[in-house]
């Protein structure tokens, strides 16, 4: 098996922020040959690394530290009253675990919430080819949990579980139940799960204060950012 030590990095050319349109991006990947057991893909959360499809990268821009790696110390969240809000009002619908997959059922879900919620973004036009690469084949720890309204689906929460928690991938939602606030809920839930399997930490990937898309996720406190001197604690 591959050890952190041994593991090789590849860093891709500098190329168009998905986030920030202005500025240019580097990326580090993972050795995509190299045997990533889950206690090696843990180490590498805890440095900050994501992952997407089979792939485990890190922002690494020389000019721009606007990405911050962030997760949540569950045992000490501290829920506000819009979550509770946020619960209550989706207290009618249903949760199911499976493995990750692909059906018609699925697939027109995510297509609907890409071509109508990222239409300006690098995703756009759903293409099932990458959905599947994207969120279907990727990990063995992946885990989705499906939300329905009777027995529409209506929204799907993508997690990874590492040794030390969950690390949330991906939320997609049908946009016409945006009132439902269905992202937020898919986050509470997904706290509520890694308290469960009684782990410390839930990866919410990176925040970007500049952002708007990203913007959401400083209402989830406290949390701990990742900095030179290590994770330090956000209150």
Known sequence: MTALETLKFFQTPDHPCSYLPEQQATTVFADPDAIITTTLYSQLSQLGFRRSGAHIYRPHCAACNACV????PVSIFRRKRRHQRVLTRNQDLTKQQLPPHSNDEIWSLYERYINHRHSDGDMYPADREQFASFLVNGRPEALFTEYRLGNQLIAVAVSDQLNDGLSAIYTF?????????????????????TEAAELPHLY??????ASNKMRYKAEFRPQEHLTTAGWQRKT
């Open 173 to 193: 939602f049908d946009p016409d139940h945006a009132q439902r606030s269905l992202g937020t809920l898919a986050i509470l839930d997904l706290i509520q799960q």
């Open 204 to 209: 919410l990937g990176y925040w970007i204060e």
């Open 69 to 72: 790696p962030v997760r949540l």
